[in-house]
Nanobody
Framework: QVQLVESGGGLVQAGGSLRLSCAAS????????MGWFRQAPEKTRELVAA????????YYADSVKGRFTISRDNARNSAYLQMNSLTPEDTAVYYC???????????????????WGQGTQVTVSS
C-alpha cells in the first residue's frame, strides 16, 4: 500500500533551520506532484509548498517564500522541505501529500491530494 513517511521535525530556536523529508513507497513517485502542508493548533491546515512531478515548478505560500525550499529526488522516492529562518509562527504539524498528477503546475488545492503522511511536529521556540 502507499505510504508517505515524514521525518526531520523537532524543536529548534527561532532563526534556526530544519530539513523535513518525506519518503514515499507503494506508488510510482515520479507520477505524483508533492506538497507540504502544516496545521497549527486551532488553525486549519494550510499549503506551505508544492512541487510538480518533475520538480520543474514550485509554489510557496507567501508566509514562507524566501525562507523555505521544496525539492524532490525521484530516484530516491523522496521529497524535502528545507526550512530556514524559522519563527514561532512556523510551529505546527507538517504533512507531506501526494497528488497523482503530471501537470506542469504545482497542485495547490488540498482536496486534490490522494495520499497523506502521518505528520511530523515542528516546534520553534522564541
Amino acid at each position: 500500500q502507499v505510504q508517505l513517511v515524514e521525518s526531520g521535525g523537532g524543536l529548534v530556536q527561532a532563526g534556526g533551520s530544519l530539513r523535513l523529508s518525506c519518503a514515499a513507497s507503494g506508488l510510482t513517485f515520479n507520477s505524483y506532484a508533492m506538497g507540504w502542508f502544516r496545521q497549527a493548533p486551532e488553525k486549519t491546515r494550510e499549503l506551505v509548498a508544492a512541487i510538480t512531478w518533475s520538480g520543474g515548478s514550485t509554489y510557496y505560500a507567501d508566509s514562507v517564500k524566501g525562507r523555505f525550499t521544496i525539492s524532490r529526488d525521484n530516484a530516491r522516492n523522496s521529497a524535502y522541505l528545507q526550512m530556514n529562518s524559522l519563527t514561532p509562527e512556523d510551529t505546527a504539524v507538517y504533512y507531506c501529500a501526494a497528488d497523482y498528477s503530471q501537470s506542469y503546475s504545482p497542485t495547490r488545492f488540498e482536496s486534490l491530494y490522494d495520499y497523506w503522511g502521518q505528520g511530523t511536529q515542528v516546534t520553534v521556540s522564541s
